[in-house]
C-alpha cells in the first residue's frame, strides 16, 4: 500500500535549521510530483513547498521562499525539506504529499497521497 512516512523534525532555536526527510512506498514515485505542507494549532493546512518528477521546477510559499529548500531522489523514493532561518511561525506539523499533477502543484486538493505528518517546533 502507499506510505509516506516523515521524520527529522524536532525542536530547534529560531534562526536555526533542520532537514525533514519522506520516505515513500507503493506507488510510481518517480512519476509524482511532491509537495510539502504545513499545519499550525487552529490554524489551516497551507502550502510549504512543491517540485516535480523530474526535480526541475519548484514552487516555494512566499513566506518559506529563500529559507526553504525542497529536494529529491528518485533512486531512493525520498524527498527532503531543508528548512534553514527558522522562525517560530514555522512551527507546525509539517506533511509530506504525493499529486499525479505534472508540475506547479500547489493546493492540497491536488494532492493524492499524504503522510501523518512531523512536528516542528521552533522556540524564539
Known amino acids: 500500500q502507499v506510505q509516506l512516512v516523515e521524520s527529522g523534525g524536532g525542536l530547534v532555536q529560531a534562526g536555526g535549521s533542520l532537514r525533514l526527510s519522506c520516505a515513500a512506498s507503493g506507488f510510481a514515485f518517480s512519476q509524482y510530483t511532491m509537495g510539502w505542507f504545513r499545519q499550525a494549532p487552529g490554524k489551516e493546512r497551507e502550502f510549504v513547498a512543491s517540485l516535480n518528477r523530474y526535480g526541475v521546477m519548484n514552487r516555494y510559499s512566499d513566506s518559506v521562499k529563500g529559507r526553504f529548500t525542497i529536494s529529491r531522489d528518485n533512486a531512493k523514493n525520498t524527498v527532503s525539506l531543508q528548512m534553514n532561518t527558522l522562525k517560530p511561525e514555522d512551527t507546525a506539523v509539517y506533511f509530506c504529499?504525493?499529486?499525479?499533477?505534472?508540475?506547479?502543484?500547489?493546493?492540497?486538493?491536488?494532492?493524492?497521497?499524504w503522510g501523518q505528518g512531523t512536528q516542528v517546533t521552533v522556540s524564539s
Open positions: 504529499a504525493a499529486s499525479v499533477v505534472l508540475a506547479g502543484a500547489m493546493e492540497a486538493r491536488q494532492f493524492n497521497y
